[in-house]
């Protein structure tokens, strides 16, 4: 018997993966061949999607991208033998690429078959949560703390202090919510975790559940991604029933139980006071701080709320101890970061990576410049909420404080490439159109500011008295910054004013007149 | 072909019933009516309120903030199409003045046989090929024209 993997990932699918699946079944029946096809998680590699492996004794062997219209003769050709071809990159994991990742978090992305319990625990599953149950709530809660994990949504909060806050507050009904709420333009690293390794957020948060004695979680799923609600439900149903979620989770005493929840479409429901409140079925507005949710969280109650990638980190911190971890990265950044290559460019996919390479590394080298041919003018960094880097900041590494210190952010992770075709006036706008429309309007700042912001800057590009409209747009930018509730609208400005300082040509105004006034 | 059931307080009712127990119940139920009838009519505010105990002016609050409730059943297919950063990055505005053209509808509406409904989307997660489009709950990426027309072809077929 010959086995192929052809992804289930919706990314692939996006691309042609079914039609190439059904492709493949119907050849093998014409031609009596025995076949067994898997259906992975994708490796990450899109511009190869759909990427068919074969296994062969030197190792999985992929072709890609491989549309349906090419299987017979690709078949012909000797793909099942996994003979040379045009569409051939050699052993998958053999290709730079691939290799020359770090992959801690994905390390199962792509390998395994998502849906199977078995091939999860075959390739180091639940070996975390087996460390978990003999370290204790306590020592489980050392562990991340050595790790130097940090929240890997945007915010960039260290793991370990919110899971200490919550574990020292009376023992209550407590939660584990799981912001699966993943809207920012370029970032896609949560999907293909919850599709290509769903069983690993699983474990991460019955990990979380037994540091902090809570019993019970939510995924709060975002309803854009239907694929993975379906690989997530099928996950849960088959930990439960194989006891790795009830009452006495792995025969350890410990309850822990989970659901998905599915959101609907409110970009803001990202912010976690704001998915709080609408997992209580209210309108997604934004609370203030304190009190943290690790205090007064979901229902009143003490609530961890982290991000996918962070919670499906935790499993191989467990599994390889904390110090492992934290010996990759540099600086207060520690372990890797899944970036995400989106946009204009000519090898977009998610790259796990220690922090500290640049954002120049990341676009031209790994990312391949860009997908049209054309230069690369600007690269937004951290979604629709990130800053613009033009070129002259491509050594930036990528960090949490190198970004800060640029006026930037690494937020989630994603790097969306523009060719030099962009008009950064009109991308400042979309900021401020965007804010307007997905602000949850509880404060003044964000829910009129974006409004006028797209007003202002309009009056820029006309020329309507320029010098004044642009002192205007940098003091409404420094309201919004300065005076709202969360970081929609208090992170709206650094796209705006990036998109401003470094490309004032855009905008008909002068370099120099910004930097005289800095 | 129908594919939302008409609207009836009774059935409603039952749908409301099947979900109220939950926590946070709110969202589940909208999502439940608006699967079976395509939309979550102001008739069903005021069973919801009644059914959790809330204000019907807090039901109200809820279908009017999330973008993905309607007020009325969409065409018999919806196509998203993306239009966050990254798929602006690869092109896709002049894929949407394309198929709203081809439509002849404006993003939000329906095209007059009811066939299309146009949205926009903000993000997919498919931004390493994008542009990106949902046609119903099928995803596409990687479109140029070419590909778009075929979507929407199939939209409207």
């Known amino acids: 018997m010959i086995r192929i993997y052809i992804s ?9 993966a079914e039609a190439v699946v059904k492709r493949f079944e119907k050849a093998a029946e014409e031609r009596g061949l025995d076949i067994e096809i898997v259906r992975n998680g994708s490796r990450g590699m899109y511009w190869l999607e759909p990427l068919v492996e074969v296994e062969t004794d030197q190792g999985r062997v992929g072709y890609g991208p491989v549309r349906a219209s090419k299987v017979d003769d690709l078949i012909e050709a ?8 045009e569409k051939c990159i050699g052993v998958v994991e053999e290709y730079p690429w691939f290799k020359n990742q770090t992959r801690l978090t994905f390390a199962r992305v792509g390998t395994t078959d998502p849906r199977s319990l078995e091939d999860y625990k075959a390739h180091g599953g639940y070996a975390g949560l087996k460390k978990a149950l003999e370290a204790g709530p306590d020592g489980i809660i050392e562990e991340v703390l050595t790790s130097g994990l940090r929240g890997r949504g945007g915010a960039g909060f260290p793991t370990g202090i919110k899971w200490r806050t919550v574990a020292d507050t009376p023992p209550q009904q407590k939660y584990i919510v799981c912001n699966a709420d993943e809207g920012d333009s370029g970032t896609f690293a949560d999907r293909m975790i919850m599709e290509g390794d769903p069983f690993v957020l699983i474990e991460g948060m019955t990990i979380a559940g037994i540091a902090v004695g809570a019993t019970y979680g939510y995924i709060y799923l975002r309803s854009e991604y239907p694929h993975s609600s379906v690989a997530l439900r099928a996950a849960i149903d088959a930990a439960r029933e194989a006891g790795l979620l009830g009452d006495n989770v792995a025969g350890s005493g410990f309850a822990f139980d989970m659901e998905v929840r599915d959101g609907a479409g409110a970009y803001v429901c990202g912010e976690e006071t704001s998915l709080l409140d609408s997992l209580e079925g209210k309108r997604g507005e934004v609370r203030a701080k304190p009190p943290l949710p690790a205090h007064i969280g979901l229902f009143g109650q003490p609530t961890i709320i982290n991000n996918v990638i962070s919670l499906a980190t935790v499993p191989i911190i467990m599994d390889k101890g904390g110090e492992f971890y934290r010996d990759f990265g540099m600086g207060k950044s520690r372990g890797t970061m899944p970036i995400q290559l989106a946009g204009n460019i000519k090898h977009g996919g998610l790259y796990e990576t220690a922090f500290g390479v640049t954002l120049g590394q990341l676009v031209d080298d790994i990312g391949g410049g860009t997908y049209s041919g054309r230069p690369v003018r600007a690269v937004q960094v951290g979604g629709p909420l990130g800053a613009y880097f033009p070129r002259e900041l491509f050594d930036t590494p990528f960090d949490y404080e190198a970004f800060a210190a640029r006026d930037g952010l690494i937020g989630h992770g994603g790097i969306v490439v523009f060719d030099d075709t962009v008009d950064m006036a009109k991308q400042a706008h979309f900021a401020m159109e965007f804010c307007a429309i997905e602000s949850c309007g509880k404060c003044t700042p964000c829910r009129i500011g974006s409004a006028r912001g797209m007003e202002v800057i309009d009056r820029i590009v006309a020329n309507e008295n320029r010098a004044e409209n642009l002192e205007i747009l940098e003091d409404l930018c420094n309201t919004m910054k300065l005076g709202s509730l969360c970081a929609l609208g208090g992170f709206a400005p650094y796209p705006v004013m990036s998109a401003l300082t470094h490309f004032p040509e855009d905008f008909g105004a002068d370099k120099k007149r910004l930097e005289a006034a800095e | ?18 979900h109220q127990d939950q926590k946070g119940a709110t969202l589940p139920i909208l999502h439940a009516l608006q699967e079976v009838f395509g939309c979550v009519p102001l008739e069903a505010e005021p069973l919801i309120a009644d059914a959790l105990n809330i204000t019907r002016a807090e039901v109200h ?41 081809k439509l002849g509808v404006e993003m939000g509406g329906t095209t007059a046989d009811a066939r299309v409904t146009l949205e926009p989307v903000y993000c997919l997660g498919l931004c390493h090929s994008s542009p990106a489009a949902m046609l119903d709950k099928d995803v596409y990426a990687g479109l140029d024209e070419e590909r778009l027309d075929e979507l929407l072809k199939e939209a409207q077929a």
Do not use: N
């Open chain 2, 61 to 101: 609050g809820c279908v009017t903030f999330y973008h993905d409730y309607r007020r009325e059943p969409p065409g018999r297919r919806v196509l998203k199409i993306c239009l966050a950063e990254s798929c602006q990055a690869a092109g896709v505005r002049a894929l949407e003045k394309r198929a709203k053209e």
């Open chain 2, 1 to 18: 072909m129908q594919k939302y059931e008409k609207w009836t307080s009774e059935r409603a009712i039952e749908i409301i019933a099947q």
């Open chain 1, 78 to 85: 000797g793909i099942l033998e996994g003979k040379p071809h």
């Open chain 1, 8 to 16: 289930r990932d919706s990314g692939a699918l996006a691309l042609g």
